[in-house]
């Protein structure tokens, strides 16, 4: 994306989805500072992005996840025509490949790290829902993970339940490296079950076309289409203004605004960005308790 190589987990995990949507912004150009078209465009991507990996994510081991056609410049111009610039699209469904089809978490902790030679170490962990099963196994101290909710049920999709068979999973921490060189850009997450790629997408986009500071990129209003569905509808940070929430309604989306208890449903993330210089820039998310 522009200058930089974003590294996420690959399917079972659904980081696809943050790299499917940052495809689909480079190639609409120019990103846009203002408030409102750029979250319309962003909300877009997202929607699309959504739609495919919905469909096409699963355990690899099962099923032909054909990541590098759905990441493919082809495949991109094609999903792009979709964003108008001036209109929320109706419900997109998933893209149509050409080759072989395949066929608000919670309870969840991210941190990054780095040390002085820019190696960095972007980590996630999630017991999810209701704090896992509430199994705890004899003597272990802990709570075993219940991501088996992740499963779909109809016996045609990719992500379908099976023995042995690893679900859809919606955690993902990620990396960023200049893609001249290689060197440490950042090391950055967001939890928050089908949050995560949205928080991703906001925050990353925050750092590069906006050039914040990590802080500044954090601190920003977000929004999320709740449960990761393309159908929406969008939920909308308050701190981002009547006028946004207003603006986007015109362009047809169907906006909830929330505010005060209800902002870590925006997800809680943490950056550390490496500068050219080799300084270390760290910044934790102010909807929750890190600092």
């Known amino acids: 994306y522009r200058a930089w190589h974003v590294w996420e987990c690959p399917p079972n995990g659904h980081g696809l989805a943050v790299l499917l949507a940052l495809n689909l912004l480079e190639s609409l150009g120019g990103h846009p500072a203002d408030d409102l078209e750029r979250l319309h465009l962003q909300i877009e991507a997202m929607r699309l992005a959504f739609a495919d990996a919905g469909r096409y994510v699963a355990d690899p081991a099962f099923a032909a996840v054909p990541v590098e056609e759905l990441l493919s410049e082809g495949y991109t111009r094609e999903r792009v025509q979709l964003i108008d610039p001036r209109r929320a699209m109706a419900t997109p469904t998933r893209g149509r490949l050409h080759g072989a089809e395949g066929g608000g978490g919670t309870d969840t902790v991210y941190f990054c790290t780095a040390d002085a030679e820019g190696n960095a170490c972007s980590f996630i962990n999630s017991n999810y829902m209701g704090f896992g099963t509430g199994i705890v196994p004899e003597g272990c101290g802990y709570s075993l993970q219940n991501r088996g909710y992740g499963f779909r049920l109809e016996p045609d999709h990719p992500n379908r339940l099976e023995p042995g068979k690893r679900p859809y999973h919606t955690i993902i921490p990620a990396l960023a490296t200049a893609a001249d060189s290689g060197r440490l850009f950042a090391a950055f997450g967001v939890m928050g079950g089908m949050m995560q790629p949205q928080g991703h997408l906001q925050v990353f986009s925050a750092l590069v076309d906006d050039d914040l500071e990590p802080q500044a990129a954090l601190d920003r209003g977000r929004f999320q289409?709740?449960?990761?569905?393309?159908?929406?509808?969008?939920?909308?940070?308050?701190?981002?203004?009547?006028?946004?929430?207003?603006?986007?309604?015109?362009?047809?989306?169907?906006?909830?605004?929330?505010?005060?208890?209800?902002?870590?449903?925006?997800?809680?993330?943490?950056?550390?960005?490496?500068?050219?210089?080799?300084v270390f820039w760290g910044a934790s998310d102010p909807r929750g308790d890190g600092c």
Do not use: K
Request: charged share 20%; hydrophobic share 40%.
């Open 225 to 278: 289409l709740l449960e990761g569905s393309p159908a929406g509808p969008v939920l909308l940070e308050d701190s981002l203004g009547e006028q946004v929430a207003a603006g986007l309604e015109r362009l047809g989306h169907r906006v909830q605004v929330l505010g005060g208890l209800d902002r870590p449903r925006f997800g809680l993330g943490q950056v550390i960005l490496r500068d050219q210089s080799g």
